[in-house]
């Protein structure tokens, strides 16, 4: 079993920086991908980027660019470096770990950002 925990959102303003963290714990060695999803008031949850084992990333078309992905396993945390985040950026992110065919989601932080 894996347990995920969001921190480090908060308001931010449109041009500026924020990075969030996602923390794993328990059976941290089997996981295969760790990623962020986000939702915003009556839209749909969507991937924003994800990183695997292995150190593969990939991103959302919208966060090319401006957003980053990282890990640091001797910590078991994952980061999302936003900069230059965007008004539409606004929503509640998440953090998801995968392994083997289960996942486990955290409850979420909100960012939001202001113009």
């Known amino acids: 079993q894996v347990q995920v925990v969001e921190s480090g959102g908060g308001l931010v303003q449109a041009g500026g920086s924020l990075r969030l963290s996602c923390a794993a714990s328990?059976?941290?060695?089997?996981?295969?991908?760790i990623a962020w999803y986000r939702q915003a008031p009556g839209k749909e949850r969507e991937l924003v980027a994800a990183i695997s084992s292995d150190g593969g990333s990939n991103y959302a078309d919208s966060v090319k660019g401006r957003f980053t992905i990282s890990s640091d396993n001797a910590k078991n945390t994952v980061y999302l470096q936003m900069n230059s985040p965007k008004p539409e950026d606004t929503a509640v992110y998440y953090c998801?770990?995968?392994?083997?065919?289960?996942?486990?989601w955290g409850q979420g932080t909100q960012v939001t950002v202001s113009s």
């Open positions: 328990g059976s941290t060695f089997s996981i295969n991908v």
């Open positions: 998801n770990a995968m392994w083997g065919v289960r996942s486990s």
